[in-house]
């Protein structure tokens, strides 16, 4: 993004994300490497988007983000009886 912008700061950036997430470090630098740069950068997010997607998501311009229906299944599940705390177990 930094080559990008350098290259040409009047062009739009456009970001796809599909991230399984997990990685702070590197999900905080590149929010940073979004807010640093000077053309307005598009966040589209296809595909699945756990919360280091989302936070990245957010870091695009205000009137330029795009979030699709995404699927980000929780892990873990819901027990609904008792006998299904045994079983988990």
């Given at each position: 993004?930094?080559?990008?912008?350098?290259?040409?700061?009047?062009?739009?950036?456009?970001?796809?994300?599909?991230?399984?997430?997990?990685?702070?470090?590197?999900?905080?630098?590149?929010?940073?490497?979004?807010?640093?740069?000077?053309?307005?950068?598009h966040t589209?997010?296809?595909?699945?988007?756990?919360?280091?997607?989302?936070?990245?998501?957010?870091?695009?311009?205000?009137?330029?983000?795009?979030?699709?229906?995404?699927?980000?299944?929780?892990?873990?599940?819901y027990l609904?009886?008792?006998?299904?705390?045994?079983?988990?177990?």
């Amino acid at each position: 993004m930094i080559y990008l912008s350098i290259e040409d700061d009047t062009q739009d950036l456009y970001l796809f994300i599909n991230s399984p997430g997990r990685w702070v470090i590197s999900g905080v630098a590149l929010y940073d490497t979004i807010q640093f740069v000077q053309p307005d950068v598009h966040t589209i997010c296809m595909g699945s988007a756990a919360p280091m997607g989302c936070f990245i998501l957010v870091g695009g311009e205000i009137t330029k983000r795009l979030p699709f229906p995404h699927t980000w299944r929780q892990w873990g599940f819901y027990l609904k009886k008792k006998e299904d705390y045994a079983f988990a177990i």
